[in-house]
């Protein structure tokens, strides 16, 4: 293989990948601040939860193609994946939606919780839904 296309497909492996995380709440249950911030949380540690199972985050080569000298290569699409938490005053739902080619999956988990608990909550959340995922 020519140096140029490893070089490329190295760089395609390496490239990071992080699902989309949606955060929607009542006015009543979270603050603007409040919400960003389990944003950021929720989508590092789904990230790295995903990851931790083995879930296939980096785009791979699918085949290799010479043509009048050109070494030419079929990517397969990198999965999106995203998890939206809705919070209300006392519930909250963890939805996670992936495609992956044409595949579509989706899985829920809800409850309800108090406010002490509201993070610990949600990275439960979190947790049982990418056990669900990696299921699949």
């Known amino acids: 293989m020519c140096p140029f296309v490893?070089?490329?497909l190295a760089m395609l492996?390496?490239?990071?990948?992080s699902p989309a995380v949606e955060v929607v709440?009542?006015?009543?249950a979270l603050t603007s601040a409040e919400r960003v911030?389990?944003?950021?949380s929720l989508s590092a540690e789904f990230t790295k939860a995903?990851?931790?199972?083995?879930?296939d985050t980096s785009p791979k080569a699918t085949a290799l193609k010479e043509k009048n000298g050109v070494v030419m290569t079929e990517l397969r699409a990198v999965p999106r994946l995203t998890l939206r938490v809705t919070v209300t005053d006392k519930t909250y739902s963890c939805?996670?939606?992936?495609?992956?080619?044409?595949?579509?999956w989706t899985k829920e988990?809800?409850?309800s919780f108090d406010e002490a608990s509201l993070e610990a909550t949600l990275s439960r959340c979190v947790e049982r839904t990418v056990a669900a995922f990696s299921l699949r």
């Open 109 to 111: 988990v809800a409850g």
């Open 25 to 28: 709440a009542d006015e009543d």
């Open 50 to 55: 995903l990851r931790a199972r083995g879930v």
């Open 13 to 17: 492996v390496l490239s990071q990948w």
């Open 6 to 8: 490893h070089a490329m």
């Open 95 to 104: 939805a996670a939606t992936a495609v992956d080619q044409r595949v579509v």
């Open 37 to 40: 911030a389990i944003e950021r």
